[in-house]
Every structure is written in structure tokens, then in C-alpha cells.
């Protein structure tokens, strides 16, 4: 027969005493907590789930909000780097004449270690020092802060500088895989600290389970100039379109849409009726030369009445519409008019997105256009209607187009409060190619 | 009405004999409309804000406009950051309404919020009677509106003017309180007698097309539980609720379907559509006189017939058989759950309905069945300014359904007189 040992007995007994004294059944006590369902961390690029975050400084301006004390240039002065952007570190101690840039990893979702092992995190990045020196990582915890050196024997050429998460060290003070990091700080110390010496910084790399991003770098590139040429701004291009776009669009379409490709075909509502047989020239002229090829445009119809149109009748024959023409694409146009309509004339917008969603198209919505000469009251109105849909359409993922840009070229575009015919060829076309950019984005991405 | 309420609660309590009740508000309506002119009726159907008539006065300060309601067709809208007193003044020939009371009325709603304004808690949209007697003093009455109600509230006042007054105003306005508010059916009215008005100084009623007040005692007739707006067949429709008559309907209701009609429906056809069905009840559903039923769709019925499937088939189907009115029935069993944005698809297969010329009908759950469904399908039939049968009680589900065909017939398509008598066959449901 086993022997108990007396501290098991003594623990059992304390538990037990425990329990009773409390009042609790011992078990509830004991009962271990249920395990926490932890979401997969979030990754820059999807094909590349080593990398926890990496910033080329391309088209992100001269500031950046997780970044402190450093300016983004946004012409490399120093060739032969690929790319144009890089980032000139800013002045911190005036004695030892030191540059550095302070980055906020959490505001760009990069979380690290939180649960890796730090042997496995790595730091990659390509520096141009006018003096060599030092360059000096620190990374900062809740907890605490460690830190590690680099010496740059080059200068004035660009050199790559590693670091591993678990060489960082301050005292007592280690990396540990529970830590949270919070703030980098990357500082560069001259040699002869007699003057501040410039420095520049580029692809900023942060690798899990790859020991030199070096070796990453090309891929992450590749992916990154991916993502680059597929961003869109309504500022530059009229309409806007992301990763972000991307990623909602391809769950929303693999939650509810169907599992085969639909008809390739358009279907546009206008603001008016008039407007859907103008939009549909429009984009039946601009389809070829975008190489949107073997799509057909219809407008939106009441059956047996005529052609639909304005908010109201997108928003209740949207899925008689869709039923009819199963439809890959609807294009929303809206007006100033629908902004008055009484209620939250947001919510239609938003029901017509919902509406297209379950059936497995891909909305876009065209923004009212800018009507001069309105009343203040009238323009805030307008405005207002046009940030709340602005915002329900980031949201959801949906590309907006700002007419106002689409507009721009286009002769007489307006006939009063709404677009001429001038004015929804501008805008079909645009539409157009929005189209032609999810289709490759999103739908031939998707197959 | 004021004076006579307890003599008529005393009445009804000892007669206690529905079959009455018609000839007593008769009796009331003689009472109370007898002697009363409607000065303005205006329901901005017409109204035209860039040229008012006028006696009518437009005050800056915000947006006044005229926009359509879904339920209401054309109302008057006032929007306004505040700080203003914007909206219409009607003003009064005083000479006709000295020594008179006036009653005005007005429907209004303010979906939205109303900033209330600390040391002014009077600042909000209102019915606003303004009087000035001949040492310059104002006198003001009316009623105002509160904020975040999308339901369309009434507003009802009354005022003696003295021999005193030297002028008098009715207005529809925001008062200084940032919102935006919505007004319908204004009619302002003059019992008993005033001094008389001197010739050609009457205000003809802002809208021509609007017909006169009932100057006829058998405007009120039926089971009316309250007062009509208007004496037009819509008007007197009798107002009826799930706890009084088994089904939503009334006057209101009444005009915003009114305004759906269109040429090209098949007359006296209706359509039986929903998840709801099969209903056993409404297995033989044949109605009366010259309706008919046009056979069950079988796409658009059963438990696959959702709002949301019926938005995506219902247009073509109406478009095909054009019938006069569109009756759903939702589920009164089973354990579908509503989606998140049910109440926005009932109401829209109601606007489907009725963009597309067909008065919509929706049968609703007993209350505590399908309690979710239920509420969302109110939400809906509010939304739409719908009426709705309760399915309750089954047995009586498709006289309820033959009565407010009648009652269309009546007050809405006008192919029956107002006061012709009811056919046996269709008596309201609790009348029986």
C-alpha cells in the first residue's frame, strides 16, 4: 500500500478547512480557470507570418504618430538604397552627442515577445552614419527596460544592424517571453561624440523565428511594394482602397458570398432615375480601356416602372436588383438630396452596403458632390452625411469615391444640385476603375 | 368635449350597449362641431416654402423646407443649430376671430435630439399660439414636441380670444433649441362666433385642395375613438388598435396610403404572402364583394419566405400581378430568429408595397409568441405607417382581414360611401 506523505495530508486538510470555513465547495475553488482563447496576433502580411512588423518609410509623410524624435526624408540622399524614403534620427544628448527615434510597436499592432521566446525575436535594420559608432537598442516593458549595443565600423554607406531580443540586457533586467514591449528606442552614438554626426535609418524589421532579417528583407520588400501600389487615396487616385479594404472585402465576400464566381456583371444606381442609363454608358465606355473585360452594366430598375433611383430605391430594390442581375459589382451614387431626407439617411446607406454584402457583391459608393453656394446649415448637414457614410464605409471595408476629384476634368459636370451627364460619365469612369482594381485585389487574389 | 366627458362616462357606463356608442358620438360630434370653421387646414402636400400665402410668414434662423415622410408624404421640416426661432406663422384676421375660440392641431415629430438649453427649459419645437392684447401684451399658448420620439405626436390646444386682442398668431416653430422637427395636418379652427369679418378679409385655407372642415355631424360615425383631422373619407377612417378592434389603423394611416395609390393595380386584388404561411385559418380565404385573392406564390410563402427573401422576389412578383394589396403574414410559430436588421426589412417590403402602388398589410404574432419577431415587426409597421391585423385569435384572422378591406374601400380607395351601411358579413371582428 502507497504511503500518503504527512504535507500532502496537512495540505488536503488546510483545503479542506478552507472550504468549509468559507463556506465554498472545495471543488469550485479548485477548479482550474478556463483556458483564454487567444486571437492569432496580427500580422503586416498575411504570406509572411515571421514578420512582426516592418516599416520602409515610403508614403507615410514627414511624421509618423508611433514615432518620436526623428523626421522621415523623404528623398534618400544617399544612393544606392532602392527606395527613396528613409528616416534622418533626430538630436536627444546634447554631451555625448547622440541621435535616436523612439517607436511605439503597440500603435502599429506590433506585439512582442508576448509569449515568444526572446531568443527567437530578431531586429533588423539598415543604418548610414556619417562617423561610425555605436547604435544602441533599448526596448522598454511595464517592468522594466534592457538594451543592447552595435558597433558600425562603416560610414557613409548604408550597413545592416542586428539585433537579438534575448542579448538585451540592463542589470538585473532581461527579456522574458511574458514581457509586453512598449517602447523602442534606437540611439546613435558617434565616436568621437564631438559633434552630431547624421544619421539615417531604414527597413526597420522585427522577425520572430528568423535570426537575421536579412534574409527575410527581400520577401518582405517584394510584399510591402505589393501592398504600396495596391493603396489607393480618394486625394490622388478619387477613390480609396488598402490592405484593410482588401481583407474586409475578401471576409466579408467568403462569409456570404457565393462559393463560384458571379456573373460578371455591374449594376449602378444613380441618385435620380435619369441617372442609371448615364452611369451605365459611362462605365460601358470605360470598361475597355481599363481592361475590365466581360462585364455587363445595368442599372437599377423598379420592375415594371422604370429605372430607380435615389437612396430610397437603393435601399429597398438593392436585393431585386441583385436577385435579377446576380451581380458581381453595385455602384451606389449619392446626392445632396438623399442627406435631407428625414431620419439618418446613413442608416439607408448602410442597409444598401449590408444588403449587397449578403448577396455576395461588391459595393462602392460614390459621395455626393460638392455643391457650391449652399447655405451653412445646409453645407453642415451635408457634411455630416458625408463623414458618417465615410466612416460606415472604412469600416466595412467598402471604397468610396469622392466625386468632387472624380469630377475635376470633366466639362460642366453639374446641372444644378446634381452631376450633368458629363458629371456621371467622370464618375462612371472612376467607378470603373475601382472596379478594376478590386477585381484584381480581391476577386482573382481571392481565386 | 370637456364638458360632456362625464355625462358620457356615466352613459356608456349604465347603457353599456355598444350599438350606441355610433349614435352617441353623433350626438357629440353635433355637440362639439356644430358651430366651428376651419380658418387653415394644410397638410404641404402643396406648400411651397419659396411662396407662401399670405398670411403665412417664414422666419429665418434654420432650414425650412418641405420634404417627404414615408408615412406622412410631403411635411414641413425645420432644422436648426438653434439660437433662432425658425418656421411658419399664420397669422389671423382678427376681426373674424375676436370674441371665437380657436382650436388648433398639428401633428409633429422630432426623431432626434432636442439641446435643451439650462436656464430656458421652454426652448423647444412647439405649436405656438402668440396673442397680443391692446396694451401690448402677449399672451401665448400651444404645445410643444419632445426630442428622440420618432413617433408622430399630437398636439391639440384651444384659445379664447378676448375682446382685448389685437392680434393673434399660430406658428410652427423651433425655439432656439439646436433640432430638427417635422409638422403635418395644421388645422387651426373657430367655434362659436366671432365679430363678423369684414368682406374679403377671410384667409382662404392655405391649400385649395385641401377640402373644408366637416360642417356635417355624420362626419363622426362608426366606432371613431377619437377626432378626425379632416372630414376627407381618410380623415374620418375610425382609428383602430390591436386592444381595440384586432388591428393598427386609423386616419393617418389612412392618408399615407392614400398617397400610395397608383394607376395600374388590378382593383380589388390581394395578395397573401409570408413566412407565416400556411395560416389554417386563411386556408380558404375567400374575401367579399368584388375582392379577390390572387393564388399563393409559392416562392413567397412558407418558412423560406423571410423579409429578407421577400425584399429579393417580392418588386418582380409585384410588378408582374400588380395586385391592390399585399398581405404578410409573419411566423406565428417556429424558431426563426429575426436578424439584426429585421425591423428595417419588414419596413421596406412595406415601402416596396407601396412605391410600387400596393397597400401593404402586415399580420402580426399574438403578444408573448414569437415575442422578438413580433417586436421587431411593430418597429417595422411603425416605421412604414402600416396597418396590421393581430393574428391573436386565428378564427377571426380573415374577417379582420375582410373588414380592413372595407375599410379600404371606404376611406382609402373611395369606391364605398363613408356611410354606407356595413354589410352584415362584415362586421368588425369584436363585434360579434
Known amino acids: 500500500m502507497r504511503t500518503i506523505p504527512a504535507f500532502t495530508l496537512l495540505a488536503f486538510a488546510c483545503t479542506l478547512g478552507t472550504a468549509v470555513f468559507s463556506g465554498e465547495p472545495a471543488k469550485e475553488k479548485d477548479a482550474p480557470p478556463p483556458p483564454e482563447k487567444k486571437e492569432p496576433p496580427k500580422r503586416p502580411f498575411p504570406a509572411l507570418q515571421q514578420v512582426i512588423w516592418y516599416e520602409d518609410f515610403e508614403g507615410v509623410g514627414e511624421k509618423m504618430s508611433y514615432m518620436e524624435g526623428a523626421k522621415v526624408a523623404a528623398e534618400n540622399p544617399f544612393p544606392p538604397m532602392k527606395d527613396n524614403a528613409c528616416l534622418e534620427l533626430g538630436e536627444q544628448d546634447k554631451n555625448n552627442k ?259 454584402f449578403e448577396q455576395g457583391a461588391i459595393p462602392i459608393v460614390a459621395l455626393p458632390p460638392v455643391i457650391p453656394g449652399l447655405a451653412d446649415k445646409e453645407k453642415k448637414d451635408l457634411d455630416g452625411f458625408v463623414n458618417a457614410v465615410s466612416n460606415l464605409c472604412g469600416n466595412k471595408g467598402v471604397s468610396v469615391i469622392d466625386t468632387a476629384v472624380a469630377i475635376k476634368s470633366a466639362t460642366n459636370p453639374m446641372d444644378g444640385a446634381e452631376l450633368s451627364a458629363a458629371g456621371l460619365d467622370a464618375v462612371a469612369a472612376l467607378a470603373a476603375a475601382a472596379m478594376k482594381h478590386i477585381e484584381t485585389n480581391v476577386i482573382l487574389a481571392k481565386r | 368635449m370637456v364638458v360632456t366627458s362625464s355625462v358620457d362616462r356615466r352613459l356608456l357606463t349604465r347603457m353599456s350597449c355598444r350599438s350606441l356608442i355610433p349614435v352617441f358620438c353623433i350626438f357629440l360630434s353635433c355637440v362639439t362641431h356644430a358651430a366651428s370653421e376651419v380658418l387653415y387646414s394644410e397638410d404641404f402636400e402643396k406648400f411651397d416654402v419659396s411662396k407662401p400665402p399670405k398670411d403665412v410668414a417664414i422666419s429665418g434662423g434654420g432650414d425650412v423646407t418641405v420634404v417627404d415622410d414615408p408615412a406622412r408624404g410631403k411635411v414641413l421640416c425645420i432644422k436648426t443649430a438653434g439660437g433662432a ?71 391639440t390646444a384651444t384659445f379664447k380670444v378676448g375682446d382685448d386682442i389685437e392680434s393673434v398668431q399660430i406658428a410652427l416653430r423651433a425655439e432656439l433649441a439646436a433640432c430638427e422637427v417635422f409638422f403635418d395636418g395644421l388645422k387651426i379652427e373657430l367655434e362659436g362666433g366671432g365679430a363678423p369679418a369684414a368682406a374679403g378679409t377671410t384667409p382662404p385655407p392655405a391649400n385649395p385642395a385641401t377640402p373644408a372642415a366637416a360642417k356635417d355631424p355624420k362626419a363622426v360615425a362608426g366606432k371613431t375613438t377619437t377626432k378626425p383631422l ?163 385569435a386565428p378564427s377571426t384572422v380573415p374577417k379582420r382581414i375582410a373588414h380592413l378591406l372595407d375599410l379600404f374601400d371606404r376611406h382609402i380607395f373611395e369606391r364605398t360611401p363613408v356611410d354606407a351601411p356595413v354589410a352584415g358579413v362584415i362586421k368588425a371582428p369584436d363585434e360579434e
Open chain 1, 98 to 356: 547622440t541621435r535616436w527615434v523612439v517607436v511605439k510597436p503597440l500603435q502599429v499592432s506590433a506585439k512582442f515577445p508576448d509569449g515568444t521566446a526572446p531568443n527567437q525575436i530578431g531586429f533588423y535594420m539598415n543604418v548610414w552614419l556619417e562617423e561610425s559608432g555605436t547604435i544602441k537598442l533599448k526596448c522598454a516593458h511595464k517592468g522594466g527596460d534592457y538594451e543592447d549595443n552595435f558597433m558600425v565600423s562603416k560610414e557613409k554607406v548604408w550597413t545592416p544592424v542586428f539585433f537579438k531580443l534575448a542579448d538585451l540586457r540592463n542589470k538585473a533586467n532581461r527579456a522574458d517571453a511574458a514581457n509586453l514591449i512598449e517602447k523602442m528606442e534606437i540611439f546613435y552614438v558617434p565616436r568621437e561624440k564631438k559633434e552630431f554626426k547624421k544619421a539615417y535609418l531604414d527597413d526597420l524589421l522585427i522577425t520572430t523565428g528568423v535570426p537575421k532579417g536579412d534574409i527575410l528583407l527581400p520577401a518582405v520588400q517584394k510584399a510591402r511594394q505589393q501592398i504600396t501600389g495596391m493603396i489607393k487615396t480618394t486625394a490622388k487616385d478619387g477613390y480609396n482602397f488598402s490592405q484593410t479594404n482588401q481583407e474586409t472585402l475578401k471576409a466579408a465576400l467568403k462569409t456570404t458570398g457565393p462559393a463560384k464566381r458571379r456573373n460578371k456583371a455591374v449594376l449602378a444606381f444613380g441618385s435620380r432615375p435619369e441617372d442609371a442609363a448615364e452611369l451605365v454608358k459611362g462605365l460601358t465606355a470605360a470598361a475597355p480601356k481599363l481592361k475590365l473585360t466581360g462585364y455587363t452594366f445595368s442599372g437599377g430598375e423598379v420592375p415594371e416602372m422604370g429605372p430607380a433611383g435615389g437612396l430610397d430605391d437603393t435601399r429597398v430594390f438593392l436585393p431585386a436588383n441583385l436577385a435579377r442581375t446576380d451581380a458581381e459589382f453595385v455602384l451606389i451614387l449619392l446626392s445632396a438630396s438623399d442627406a435631407k431626407l428625414p431620419g439618418r439617411p446613413a442608416d439607408s446607406v448602410r442597409l444598401a452596403i449590408d444588403r449587397s
Open chain 2, 85 to 155: 426661432y425658425p418656421g411658419l406663422t399664420f397669422t389671423l384676421d382678427i376681426n373674424k376671430v375676436r370674441g371665437g375660440t380657436l382650436k388648433f392641431t398639428v401633428a409633429g415629430k422630432c426623431p432626434g435630439e432636442v439641446a435643451i438649453i439650462a436656464d430656458k427649459p421652454w426652448a423647444k419645437p412647439k405649436l405656438v399660439l402668440v396673442a397680443k392684447d391692446k396694451a401690448g401684451k402677449d399672451t401665448y399658448g400651444g404645445g410643444h414636441l419632445e426630442g428622440n420620439k420618432p413617433d408622430w405626436q399630437d398636439l
Open chain 2, 230 to 392: 379632416d372630414n376627407t373619407p381618410a380623415g374620418r377612417s375610425p382609428k383602430k388598435i390591436f386592444e381595440d378592434g384586432g388591428m393598427i389603423f386609423g386616419p393617418e394611416i389612412a392618408a399615407a396610403l392614400k398617397k400610395a395609390i397608383k394607376p395600374g393595380a388590378t382593383p380589388n386584388t390581394i395578395l397573401v404572402i409570408g413566412p407565416g404561411l400556411p395560416f389554417k385559418e386563411m386556408d380558404n380565404f375567400k374575401p367579399i364583394g368584388k375582392w379577390q385573392a390572387l393564388p399563393l406564390a409559392k416562392e413567397l410563402t412558407g418558412p423560406t419566405a423571410t423579409p429578407a427573401h421577400l425584399l429579393a422576389l417580392l418588386p418582380s412578383f409585384l410588378g408582374k400581378n400588380k395586385p391592390e394589396v399585399v398581405v404578410f403574414f409573419a411566423e406565428t410559430t417556429g424558431t426563426r430568429k429575426p436578424t439584426n436588421d429585421e425591423r428595417f426589412d419588414w419596413e421596406d417590403l412595406a415601402r416596396i408595397c407601396k412605391r410600387m402602388g400596393a397597400l401593404p398589410v402586415f399580420g402580426v404574432p399574438a403578444a408573448g409568441t414569437q415575442e422578438e419577431l413580433r417586436k421587431d415587426l411593430l418597429e417595422g409597421v411603425n416605421l412604414a405607417f402600416a396597418p396590421a391585423v393581430d393574428l391573436k
